[in-house]
């Protein structure tokens, strides 16, 4: 079979991919999945043709997007993932001993199945055996869980998805409303090179309901533009600084996440802090 | 005329973008030279096929391989910017009311002569009375000014093109000796994602020569992977924070750079940190 190229491409600019097979392609309830084996950058995963991630460099989101709310909170117990089906955002949270519940919402029971077919090292995730699965919608779990998760994090599609609920001021004040105190929310926030408006209303949504917000970007080739943001929010007074430090065992384990770019993540080029002014 | 989209890739991976028209296509003594105008990212430069810069996020670019150095330095009087033909760098510097000697050497006249017919808002950079333009092999030229310089930039192509010999260990030995003490030199340096190989090499050979070094990443979205790095090095001893403070009338004009993102640039992910041990 003769090589192609997949493009995921918006506003006049994109990624492209270069595939030697299409491993899986079908329509679940919610969305187009497909997975195609890449010449360079291992499997890749589509959701209504949007990259969720590749092999290649799903560590550089993975790691950012559960480290740096786990590493924000104290002394995190119970976790809710919102979205994140592939497993990866559980794998990552997976190496904190520390939290005691770890309880994930997605809307896609086919997500998470294609994860665990054509995935296993992503979708490990699953095999821990603090993870409880909930199959539903999460801007409709998280209003049963008044006060009960220490950290939240959102690993959403776009805004145009299934995902959008989770792009919404309301979703915001549910995820408030579910957390004990001191608690620390991460979601997946968009690339302020491509999508700004979607950043700045992130920001200042976040900004109404928490003391705290920051906008932490991650660098991620396969997204468009490279780059995505995570927007972490809680009530302390500095989220944007780990609250205690990574056990060497662990940051010996981590491609991506360390206690510098924790912090550095946060400081944002001039035109995306004039977003959030 | 339709609409086609110009894609660069490499390692099975790449950027595509939408293009309205075909402004310039040349052949100089050194490279092919394209100029393309896009449907959402202004005009757009090709030097033999690989994207140089969109008038979109050229800035991104220029500003941080501009700033770093200069704002690392003391106090730079005379400045010299090795390739950089566009003008972008120089447009950057001039920002610096100290400098008062601001040489390049560019190895292709062609290039210089492009960005002024295309691209007016990049090679406004030559406007500026402290420049004198010389047309020369750089890694030639540098041999000419021993301890003249305060501050080297090297904004070239990749090592595929003419500028094979900026990347070699010669030229970093070069560029020390036409350093005055207190120097500080800045290259573009790739992206640790795409080419690892060269980010280490750059980052053992300035070690090698310099007292302090450090790898700055930038969020260039049509830049392969959407980032690119620079390497700094010089004879302070913390080359990765500003000498000094950015006076707020340069801040308020500045879109990328500001003394936070000079810091943070620096923070690197542990994949990338390992390149250096």
């Known amino acids: 079979m003769a090589d192609f190229w997949v493009t995921e491409a918006m506003n006049g600019f994109g990624m492209t991919v270069q595939v030697t097979e299409e491993l899986c392609s079908k329509r679940s309830e919610f969305q187009k999945i497909d997975v195609y084996q890449t010449s360079k950058l291992g499997r890749m995963l589509l959701l209504d043709g949007i990259i969720q991630l590749t092999e290649f460099d799903e560590f550089a989101y993975h790691e950012m997007l559960a480290h740096i709310p786990l590493f924000a909170h104290e002394n995190p117990k119970r976790l809710l993932v919102v979205g994140g089906g592939d497993g990866g955002v559980l794998r990552e949270a997976g190496k904190h001993p520390e939290l005691e519940v770890m309880d994930i919402c997605e809307i896609d029971a086919e997500v998470i199945e294609t ?12 095999d821990d055996p603090r993870v409880a699965v ?25 805004p145009g998805g299934p995902g959008a609920p989770l792009f919404g001021e309301q979703f915001y004040r549910d995820m408030k409303k579910a957390l004990r105190p001191g608690g620390v929310i991460a979601t997946q926030a968009e690339s302020p090179y491509l999508l700004p408006d979607i950043v700045q209303r992130l920001y200042k949504v976040s900004e109404q309901v928490f003391r705290s917000v920051g906008y932490a970007s991650i660098l991620v080739p396969t997204y468009p533009t490279g780059t995505i943001g995570a927007c972490v929010a809680g009530d302390r007074d500095d989220i944007a600084s780990p609250a205690r430090p990574v056990p060497p065992e662990l940051a010996a384990k981590l491609r991506y996440y360390n206690s510098k770019i924790h912090e550095a993540a946060f400081a944002n080029p001039s035109f995306v802090k004039r977003l959030f002014d």
């Open 115 to 126: 994860a665990k077919k054509f995935f296993p090292n992503v979708s490990c995730g699953y």
């Open 134 to 158: 909930h199959i539903a919608d999460g801007s409709e779990f998280i209003k049963d869980r008044p006060g009960y998760y220490d950290v939240i994090i959102v690993d959403s599609t776009d």
